[in-house]
């Protein structure tokens, strides 16, 4: 899955050059590291709508290269501060890295692919909100803690949002005298290539587009998704929205009835929605009686029926998987830190003992 944390990294990434390539695993690599199987079919398109990225490379090789880096024209690559192994433990950098051709960057701290599958697969209202609690608690071991204990990059940790990573994510650009302003509003949770197939044909309704995305509160969303939904709150989900290249702005707890007040407000010149089901408001009204009323609605088809639902499913389906591919992962990886702890307390009594001489 594609996620904030992974745009995060791409955001930083970009920060530290001009031209931003990104390599993208396909199925095929993946299918020979059975420890990794991908949550969806592995899109293109999810990361070239994510708006930092200038370029993609399909099918890029799972080790990094000095060959890879000389083919694309690349100065360095980056990588988050966790570490990705080969099959047989190895450093899938290493060889960048002695050449001096790599940088890092920061992980999302509270977000991870191990966290959201154990979301899933929990089945409360509160999973998002309540990280306390023991249910939650079990699915945490089970998705990021193997037989010898937690590893400091695989495992789940709560998300803490700042204005800081707002501002961070937002555009910071206002609507122009002859933008088309859009208005698009739901859940937006899991962000998934349904979404970016639908933002992207929302963007293509005008010539001069600036889309607005209203998110509705957590609790709005499960009084008309219900189960467990939605999976990701509503930090998470403004992160993961500001994070595409379609969007130009959010309205973060939108009202769930496009009324009046929100169409001035924003001097609103159309209202998309897409074929999914609209859902009555609390009081049995249309949300979208307003906008129907001013001659601004408009249904667009995107062409992607792919739902939240449908990822939710495919993971609890394969929940054994999971559980046994990240507990395998993680056992490499502690392996790999206690090593690389060892060794840096080696160097350190080396260090000590040479200043005592």
């Known amino acids: 899955m594609v996620h904030y944390g992974h745009s995060n990294q791409l955001r930083q990434a970009k920060a530290m050059g001009d031209y931003l390539i990104v390599g993208v695993h396909t199925d095929v690599i993946y299918?020979?590291?059975?420890?990794?199987?991908?949550?969806?079919?592995?899109?293109?398109?999810?990361?070239?709508?994510?708006?930092?990225?200038?370029?993609?490379?399909?099918?890029?090789?799972?080790?990094?290269?000095?060959?890879?880096?000389?083919?694309?024209?690349?100065?360095?690559?980056?990588?988050?501060?966790?570490i990705t192994l080969?099959?047989?433990?190895?450093?899938?950098?290493?060889?960048?890295?002695?050449?001096?051709?790599?940088?890092?960057?920061?992980?999302?701290?509270?977000?991870?692919?191990t966290d959201l599958v154990g979301r899933m697969l929990l089945m409360t209202k509160t999973h998002h909100s309540n990280i306390d609690n023991s249910d939650y608690q079990q699915h945490?071991?089970?998705?990021?803690?193997?037989?010898?204990?937690?590893?400091?990059?695989?495992?789940?940790?709560?998300?803490?949002?700042?204005?800081?990573?707002?501002?961070?994510?937002?555009?910071g650009k206002e609507a122009q005298p002859g933008d088309t302003i859009i208005y698009v509003a739901g859940a937006f949770d899991l962000f998934h290539i349904g979404h970016v197939d639908f933002l992207e044909t929302v963007y293509k309704q005008a010539e001069r587009p600036y889309v607005i995305v209203g998110l509705h509160f957590d609790q709005e969303v499960n009084r008309y998704k219900g189960k467990n939904y939605p999976i990701m709150n509503i930090h998470e989900r403004t992160l993961s929205v500001l994070a595409c290249r379609y969007v130009s702005e959010v309205v973060i707890g939108a009202p769930y009835a496009v009324g009046k007040d929100l169409l001035d407000h924003f001097k609103v010149d159309l209202v998309c929605h897409g074929k999914t089901e609209v859902f009555p408001d609390r009081d049995t009204a249309d949300p979208y009686a307003e906008p129907k009323k001013r001659g601004i609605f408009r249904t667009v088809d995107s062409g992607n029926g792919l739902t939240t639902d449908d990822i939710v499913q495919r993971i609890i389906k394969n929940r054994l998987l999971f559980e046994a591919r990240n507990q395998?992962?993680?056992?490499?990886?502690?392996?790999?830190?206690?090593?690389?702890?060892?060794?840096?307390?080696?160097?350190?009594?080396?260090?000590?003992?040479?200043?005592?001489?």
């Open 140 to 171: 945490t071991d089970n998705f990021g803690k193997g037989p010898k204990g937690h590893s400091p990059w695989t495992g789940v940790s709560q998300f803490l949002q700042t204005s800081q990573k707002i501002i961070q994510f937002a555009s």
């Open 328 to 357: 395998k992962k993680e056992a490499k990886e502690i392996a790999v830190y206690e090593a690389m702890k060892s060794q840096a307390e080696g160097e350190q009594a080396g260090d000590s003992a040479q200043a005592a001489q």
């Open 86 to 113: 080969t099959v047989d433990g190895k450093d899938t950098y290493a060889e960048v890295k002695r050449e001096g051709r790599y940088r890092e960057c920061r992980r999302t701290q509270g977000v991870s692919t």
């Open 31 to 82: 299918s020979h590291f059975p420890s990794l199987p991908p949550s969806t079919t592995l899109q293109y398109k999810m990361v070239r709508a994510i708006k930092w990225v200038d370029e993609i490379v399909e099918g890029a090789p799972y080790v990094t290269t000095l060959d890879t880096l000389d083919k694309y024209n690349s100065d360095f690559c980056v990588h988050g501060d966790d």
